[in-house]
């Protein structure tokens, strides 16, 4: 009996489009989860739940005092007169660095938006809109549309970001088969993504959404834009109005200090921690074993569990606030803060199971095994995953 299920379990694994790769964890199992949420939440303490707003506040602090004192380092090093050789090596570790910590300020951020900052609506958006403004990022728009996300995760039709493009999406570009097997091509491709994936690309032209909003206004800075509702609007103006108040701030900053100090300490680790946003966002829900859904097939949890935890490294981890490595749970439990996620994980890990998706891969290589394989779904199919090459059947 079991010689006959295993064909017909890859089988219908090869229908669905699922070809193995080196290297990757097991394909997320076709048959629908028979947990439900309610078995899910009864298995994680009840304190994973509660949202302190003085716990918030501390690691806010704390970040901040962090990004501080790599300042204070960055103009020091600013001050020093280093040979070129000593300048190339010791610049780029700043950028780094602050860019990772920025990193954990976003991530702090997106708590507001998720309402896991504290119990406090008010709070929460009062402070997410200050930082995520001072880092350029329309807060109430995103938190829209980031909502949205959470709510069709995995959906070919409704999910909000990195939406498969299709068959026919590829044939209609002919560059992808003239230069589908260039390494020179696949790295431009990843670093144009990583560098303006997340603005423009996203938030001001949705460039990875859904084709339900194609020839309607994709900008996250437009009140009229296709995915915000007319009672949204009036929060919209105001991210709008937030955002212009930082740019002239920024502007401010330049007309004081000049544009090559405000790059070296601000922009560029500004770049780096958008590059983080792209990379984090794409390599939690596109790899070879991860199912897209279509119509009926869809549902509420099963698009939650197509969700990679995947690690940075613990300093890493920790700087951006482990939204990479506990990233199932905080899509099955949005609001629960991050400092409660890892003691979470563990919690639900068993009952998941094989629904439960890690990829220890590291970073640099699952971004090139997933940008290099993951071009493609098919036109149709219920469920179906990520192809290479239009010959592949």
Known sequence: MCQGTAPSKAGALHAAGYRPVAGTPEPLP???????????????????????????????????????????AGLKLAAASLPWYAAVVAWPIYWFVQGTYFTGIWVIAHECGHQAFSSSEYLNDTVGIILHSLLFVPYHSWKITHRRHHSNTGSCENDEVFTPSTRADVEANPEHSLFEESPLYNLYGIFMMLLVGWMPGYLFFNATGPSKYAGQSKSHFNPYAAFFLPKERLSIWWSDVCFVAALVLFGYGVSIYGIVDIAR???????????????????????????????????WLRGAL??????????????????????????????????????????????????YLIDPTPIPLALWRSYTNCKYVENDGSVVFYKRKLHDK
């Open 306 to 355: 197509c969700t990679v935890d995947r690690s940075f490294g613990a300093w890493i981890d920790s700087a951006i606030h482990h939204i990479a490595d506990t990233h199932v749970t905080h899509h099955i439990f949005s609001k629960m803060p991050f400092y409660h996620a890892a003691e979470a994980t563990e919690a639900i890990k068993p009952l998941l199971g094989k629904y």
């Open 265 to 299: 300490h601000y922009i560029v680790p500004y770049l780096i921690c958008n590059a983080y946003l792209v990379l984090i966002t794409y390599l939690q829900h596109t790899d070879t074993y991860v199912p897209h859904f279509r119509g009926d097939e869809w549902n």
């Open 30 to 72: 076709l048959e629908p989860p028979s947990i439900t949420l309610k078995d899910l939440r009864a298995a994680i303490p009840a304190h994973c739940f509660e949202r302190s707003a003085v716990t918030s506040f501390y690691h806010l602090a704390k970040n901040l005092a962090i990004c501080a004192v790599i300042f204070a």
